[in-house]
Nanobody, 122 residues
Framework: QVQLVESGGGLVQAGGSLRLSCVASGRTFSTYAMGWFRQAPGKEREFVGGISWGGGHTFYADSVKGRFTISRDNAKNSVYLQMNSLKPEDTAVYYC???????????????WGQGTQVTVSS
């Protein structure tokens, strides 16, 4: 397994942008597909975006498509989530996760970070 540490969360006004980062420890990062998830108070954890191990394929939830962009730099053991045009409903704790599987279900992830809070004010 890899250990994951997220950063970059904070408070932003609606319409603003944030860039989340997730750094992984270990030499196997480039073999994992990576995903970003979020969990708002009282709600289940949900998939936000994912990227294949090589970075050639990306996947997004409909709610963020066109506003969020996931990317990775395997040389830096890092995955990023650029979030633009943020809305109050994007407020949540954001987690990065690693998987060897082909599903973006939270139950299918092999490793999780501790999360970073994103708060979007109206």
């Amino acid at each position: 397994q890899v250990q994951l540490v997220e950063s970059g969360g904070g408070l932003v006004q609606a319409g603003g942008s944030l860039r989340l980062s997730c750094v992984a420890s270990g030499r196997t990062f480039s073999t994992y597909a990576m995903g970003w998830f979020r969990q708002a108070p009282g709600k289940e954890r949900e998939f936000v975006g994912g990227i294949s191990w090589g970075g050639g394929h990306t996947f997004y939830a409909d709610s963020v498509k066109g506003r969020f962009t996931i990317s990775r730099d395997n040389a830096k053991n890092s995955v990023y989530l650029q979030m633009n045009s943020l809305k109050p409903e994007d407020t949540a704790v954001y987690y990065c996760a690693a998987t060897y599987g082909s599903s973006w279900s939270p139950d299918g992830m092999d490793s999780w970070g501790q999360g970073t809070q994103v708060t979007v004010s109206s």
